[in-house]
């Protein structure tokens, strides 16, 4: 498809060509010739002002048309002209900013600010009798560091307790870009406590409430999910070039949502947007120091847990390649800044976790390193996989394993939508991996047929848009309506928006859209999920807020806690 500017050139050469063909016929009327001899010299200055009379008009025209295509002409082309000196400078003085706004976007950051002498702090998992803390500090004469905490008392208790030493480094290197990671055990659940590092950092956290329980005196678990973010996007010269617009709409809602943590889907860097500068570790190592030293990211952190799954502009973009290069060092910093304090690997040494917190379980999936070439086989194909034999074996086991007594709920995460209604680049979501879809699905409908009463919910990012999806089961199947599986994907945290329209439903596909908000350049969800306070089903709710307002939201019920499938069950579902 031709470009606008192609277009706009296009029709200003047929301007210019119909003005020259325009041009000779508008002044081609022919005067009676008159002989000097035969004509007196008042006659001679009479006929000479009415002919500039009667050309002065259409001369006008012809000039004021021409110079309207000429200017046009110069500021499509950024090609001088010695007619139109104004024009000329107006269009060199435009084009000369506009590669000054280039330069800034491309090159400012990365080499203005790589953030070398980064120091900070940040809180990783937290679980009901530990938490992970992650710090930073390349500066040698703050070694070594110690890292105290005391608990502040239960939710319902402000009684202090006395400091105690959660560990101490006596040597930082850049094999870990200078950080260091701090486990501290023996907690109690739903407590507040205080962590101090010796280089003047501190911060807050909650421990998770026990296992299949909410945390005294709270109605409901809360937690936050987004993805994709890019510093300085949308645009500003002004803004600092660290910025992250969309924590500030974050940051706006983190004291009345009161969540526990926030799950990250993944693109926390975009290492080749707008300009890939290199292949090596420290450029990716480069990335996640400047979100981490952005002006803006204290104020989304310091109170609130991150979890961190991995996608592809952490790699590359639509990464389907395995552990070939560039994966090795794109996954060096995910590992030392992420990794290192996200929940318990699902399997010994995997990059997929899993985790309990009060009345729901997650399944973190990587859907990156062990994939198939997602072009290579149809999306049907028996042998395409996303996720791996072996995550594919954990999650089914996930799935199938009964929860703990007072978990209603089941969250599957995933960095790439889940349906196939998005149509645009779908090979590289679930939509090019179907066969493998349809087998995880059906495990999610089995989930339905026992006594559990567990729901399952999906969250995903990626798309820079926000949909909600259904998947209900097969009509006349063995699984009840109640074992419809709810999608919630919702993206960028801060990031452009798509301006075209890339998801709908097609006929024949049971993918049922529920809601389609494209638009707006930071969005986040907040699920809050209520174990049902005493009755048998628990409910979902999802509040999606878009640039800083709350807009949309929806209640998902888990299916009822009775064995069996079809229209018995159904008819309690509800």
């Known amino acids: 498809m031709a470009s606008p500017q192609a277009i706009i050139i296009v029709l200003s050469s047929l301007l210019l060509r119909l003005s020259a063909s325009i041009g000779p016929s508008l002044s081609s009327e022919k005067t009676p010739y008159l002989s000097p001899d035969r004509v007196s010299s008042k006659e001679v200055e009479k006929s000479k002002g009415s002919a500039e009379h009667a050309k002065s008009p259409l001369q006008e025209e012809k000039v004021a048309g021409t110079d309207n295509i000429q200017r046009a002409w110069i500021f499509v082309s950024g090609l001088p002209s010695p007619s139109a000196p104004f024009w000329t400078t107006t269009t060199v ?10 330069i800034d976007v491309v090159y400012r950051a990365p080499y203005a600010y790589p953030s070398n002498d980064l120091s900070f702090a940040r809180i990783g998992y937290v679980s009901d009798t530990g938490a992970s803390i992650l710090v930073r500090e390349p500066d040698v004469t703050q070694l070594p560091l110690y890292v105290s905490y005391r608990g502040i008392g239960s939710l319902q208790d402000s009684v202090s307790d006395s400091w105690k030493s959660a560990g101490t480094v006596y040597l930082l290197s850049n094999e870990t870009d200078y950080t260091c990671t701090f486990r501290i055990p023996d907690l109690h659940p739903s407590t507040r406590y205080q962590y101090a590092v010796s280089n003047n950092f501190t911060g807050y956290f909650t421990t998770a409430p026990s296992t299949g329980r909410l945390a005294p005196g709270s109605d409901a678990l809360t937690f936050l999910t987004s993805s994709c973010i890019k510093p300085r996007i949308p645009y500003n010269p002004l803004h600092h070039p660290l ?15 009161q969540a526990s943590f926030m799950l990250f889907l993944g693109d926390f860097i975009y290492v080749d947007v707008p300009r890939r500068l290199g292949y090596d570790s420290e450029t990716y190592r480069r990335e996640y120091r400047q979100v981490y030293a952005s002006p803006d990211w204290p104020s ?18 639509d990464w389907d390649s395995n552990t070939s290069a560039p994966y090795p060092a794109a996954v060096d910093p ?17 990059s997929y976790f899993t985790f309990t ?11 990156r390193r062990y994939r198939s070439p997602s072009l290579l086989l149809p999306p049907e194909h028996p042998n395409k996989t996303m996720l791996g034999t072996q995550q594919l074996s954990s999650l089914l086991k996930f799935l199938s394993t009964s929860p703990p007594e007072g978990v209603k709920w089941k969250f599957i995460i995933t960095s790439i939508p889940f ?20 087998i995880i699905l059906e495990h999610m409908w089995d989930v339905a047929l026992s006594t559990s009463g567990t729901g399952i919910v999906i969250l995903s990012g990626d798309r820079h848009e926000f949909a909600a999806t259904a998947f209900p089961p097969p009509k006349d199947g063995k699984w009840p309506i109640s074992a419809t599986v709810h999608e919630f994907s919702t993206s960028p945290l801060s990031m452009f928006y798509l301006p075209v329209r890339t998801y709908w439903e097609k006929e024949g596909e049971d993918e049922v859209c529920i809601k389609y908000l494209p638009d707006g350049n ?5 699920v809050e999920v209520d174990r049902g306070r005493g009755g048998e089903q628990g409910l979902v709710r999802f509040r999606l807020f878009v640039d800083g307002e709350e807009v949309w939201s929806y209640v998902v019920t888990s299916p009822p806690a009775v064995g069996g499938g079809g229209r018995g069950k159904d008819a309690i579902w509800g």
């Open 522 to 526: 930071s969005k986040f969800g907040a």
């Open 243 to 257: 910025s992250v617009p969309g924590f500030k709409q974050l940051a706006k809602w983190i004291p009345s949502l």
């Open 419 to 438: 349906t196939r209604n998005w149509r645009f680049g779908s090979s590289d979501t679930w939509g090019g991996y179907l066969h493998e879809r349809q």
């Open 300 to 317: 989304v952190s310091t109170n609130l847990p991150w979890l961190h799954v991995l996608d592809d502009h952490e790699i590359a973009n």
């Open 334 to 350: 995910w590992h030392i800044y992420h990794t290192s304090i996200n929940p318990p690997p699902a399997d010994p040494g995997a």
């Open 357 to 367: 917190h009060g009345p729901a379980s997650f399944f973190l999936m990587d859907t």
């Open 93 to 102: 003085a435009v084009n000369a900013l506009l590669l000054l706004f280039t």
